[in-house]
């Protein structure tokens, strides 16, 4: 999973992964403290897309042969914002 640059509101922890997102399309993380309340949180920052780290994860998830679609989900980003990434990164991917 990719670890973002996210800090859980509730213990502080950075280690945050995204985790999909809500029907109204706001992004979902998850707290990977095995001690935290909380787990699952909201963040008002919708550009998480581009972070580096993501636009990495859905690099790897490509070459390991996850769909457009998956990344996407699993990211919890647009499958147009995927392909973009995917194109500006050059690399070869099946989808
Ligand atoms: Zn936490």
Excluded at 30 to 44: D, K, T
Aim: net charge positive.
């Amino acid at each position: 999973m990719a670890v973002v640059a996210v800090q859980c509101p509730d213990c502080g922890s950075r280690e945050v992964v995204q985790y999909g997102q809500q029907p109204n399309g706001e992004q979902r993380y998850r707290c990977n403290n095995p001690h935290c309340q909380r787990r699952i949180f909201l963040l008002r920052y919708h550009d998480m897309g581009w972070e580096p780290a993501v636009k990495q994860q859905m690099v790897e998830m490509a070459v390991n042969g996850s769909g457009i679609r998956d990344t996407a989900r699993v990211l919890g980003v647009s499958p147009t914002t995927v392909i973009t990434t995917l194109k500006k990164k050059r690399r070869r991917f099946t989808g």
